[in-house]
């Protein structure tokens, strides 16, 4: 029998990412090959990929001229449970931890979730003094199971971001030169504009050791560091298109992390709804003695902006899963340091297939298995997967649900024998995984 987990290069109690061995366990390894694949792509590192060239445009621009930041984009996304959780005071039962969410190698060691893994590691750096740099940038790979559809993929980019200053008096005032810098910048771009409300720390509470004078210096200093990016992004859009006169509409809401107090989040108005492209807040004290860091040392703050979705819009791109195609057609289009937009090259029709069953009562299915299950069988030729009916028979009291699913290539045509065998293969598996009662 074939299990989901084995693999050709290792035995199988193993799974091998990025070259590195590591044990699998019954309780929680589900990290299956079709993700591992992806572990090895490192499309943030290519310079003339979209998510490459956004990367090295923001680079640029938070560093072009005090150079504060110390940048790692070298990160490998197999890390601990302890960097991707605990360090930064993840509650023991959040539901980022569970299985139908993370992708887990081991017990011990999962598929980051986001950036902020490293966060220890990096503000270690600082303290440590391997860097005499205040602030970090680090682009990744991130993976989390999740739906299927144009902007949803279990794979994702984030870049993090950070800086310190010293809890002092002297600190202060750099901070305020700091933020005078940005403030300048920020006044010369005509057409930006930010929704931005006055702190409250009834709903967003600030931690203890923070004076609000800090609290408000920090976070201004984060909320023009991130518009000054928006701005430059969105700037660089609208000058491809010939449309500089546009006017560029964000605003910060309220946000929650456990490794930030207070938090917020930026969005931008774009074609029509507001897109979610950051979070951030003021780094939470347990973190940076975490990284062996006094108490009282520094302040400072943190975000994770996404980079997938920032990249479908700058570039036209209109489905995700392009970024990780091998069609020369999709990346010959890009060129280095270059906004341009994406010319679908041919579109193949999809094909839709429907799957109704009774659910087990006596097993969970989770809908992000099911979503597996599909990925695993068909790969990217599965352009979305979606509910279309659920109900609970009035008599029986049993659970029926209906799934569709749309097959569709981005590069070839599908025949229907081949549609049919994926097909098959779906409800075989759900059948022995699930024990569901095809309708
Ligand atoms: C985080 O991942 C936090 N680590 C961000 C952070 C860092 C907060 C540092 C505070 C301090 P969140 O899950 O909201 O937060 O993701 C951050 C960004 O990643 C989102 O704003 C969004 O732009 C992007 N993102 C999240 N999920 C997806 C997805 N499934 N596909 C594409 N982009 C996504
Ligand atoms: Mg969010």
Avoid at 47 to 64: D, M, V, Y
Avoid at 421 to 429: E, G, H, K, S
Wanted: proline content about 4%.
């Amino acid at each position: 029998e074939k299990s989901l987990y084995s693999t050709a290069t290792s035995s199988p109690n193993t799974i091998i990412v990025n070259g590195k061995e590591f044990e699998t366990d019954s309780e929680k390894t589900n990290v299956p090959q079709n993700i591992l694949k992806l572990t090895d792509k490192a499309l943030h590192l290519k310079a003339s990929h979209p998510i490459g060239i956004l990367r090295t445009l923001i680079e640029n621009k938070l560093n072009s001229d005090d150079h504060a930041f110390e940048v790692y984009n070298n990160f490998k996304p197999a890390v601990s449970v302890f960097e991707n959780f605990d360090s930064l005071g993840f509650p023991k039962d959040h539901v980022g931890r569970s299985k139908s969410d993370t992708y887990y190698i081991n017990k011990d060691h999962l598929l980051r979730t986001h950036t902020s893994a490293h966060e220890m590691f990096c503000f270690g750096n600082i303290q440590k003094k391997i860097t005499d740099k205040p602030g970090y940038l680090i682009s990744a790979d991130v993976y989390r199971r999740d739906e299927i559809d144009k902007t949803h993929y279990p794979a994702f980019h984030q870049m993090e971001g950070a800086r310190l200053w010293p809890k002092t008096e002297a600190g202060q005032k750099q901070l305020k030169k700091d933020i005078s810098v940005l403030e300048t910048k920020l006044n010369q771009i005509k057409n930006f504009t930010v929704i931005d409300m006055p702190y409250k720390e009834e709903t967003n509470p600030k931690q203890k050791h923070m004076t609000k004078e800090e609290v408000q210096l920090v976070s201004t200093h984060l909320k023009r560091t991130i518009e000054l990016i928006v701005a430059e992004v969105f700037n660089k859009k609208l000058a491809s298109e010939g449309k500089t006169n546009e006017e560029i509409k964000s605003r910060w809401i309220e946000a929650y992390f456990p490794w930030t107090a207070p938090s917020w989040e930026i969005e931008v108005w774009w074609k029509g709804e507001w897109l979610e492209l950051c979070g951030c807040g003021v780094v939470r004290e347990q973190v940076l003695t975490n990284a062996g860091m006094g108490t009282n040392e520094k302040i400072g703050w943190a975000f994770g902006l996404g980079l997938d979705r920032v990249a479908m819009l700058l570039f036209d791109i209109p489905d995700i899963r392009l970024f990780w195609t091998d069609d020369q057609r999709f990346h010959e289009q890009f060129k280095e340091n270059t906004i341009s937009s994406f010319k679908p090259y041919s579109k193949y029709p999809g094909t839709i297939r429907d799957i109704s069953f009774w659910v087990n009562n006596s097993i969970d299915i989770h809908e992000n298995d099911l979503m597996e299950i599909v990925r695993n069988t068909a790969g990217d030729l599965v352009e979305s997967v979606k509910l279309i009916d659920d109900f609970v028979h009035p008599k029986t009291g049993r659970r029926s649900l209906c799934y569709r699913i749309n097959y569709q290539s981005m590069d070839r045509n599908i025949t229907n024998e081949e549609i049919n065998n994926l097909q098959d293969t779906v409800r075989a598996n759900l059948v022995e995984q699930y024990k569901i009662e095809l309708r």
